[in-house]
């Protein structure tokens, strides 16, 4: 079979799934929150080192320049 008859055929039975009198995948507020908590604690250490990386640099070109 080739790979564009299975797309075809997973988007029909997304298509099909869609058209279902109940949702056959639900995602609710606490999945969304524990979602959203779960990425601020990989993603918020990272960003803050950046950041903090990036002031410091700021800093020294500061020092560089006054001299």
């Known amino acids: 079979m080739s790979r ?3 797309l075809s055929i997973a988007a029909g039975m997304i298509g099909i799934s ?3 009198c109940t949702p056959i995948i639900t995602i609710g507020y606490g999945e969304i929150l524990i979602l959203v908590l ?3 604690l ?3 250490p990272v960003l803050y080192r950046f950041f903090r990386t990036q002031k410091g640099s700021d ?3 500061g ?3 006054k001299d």
């Open 38 to 40: 779960v990425l601020v």
């Open 42 to 44: 990989i993603v918020g």
């Open 63 to 65: 020092d560089k320049e």
């Open 59 to 61: 800093r020294k070109k």
């Open 18 to 20: 869609m058209l279902a």
């Open 4 to 6: 564009r008859i299975q």
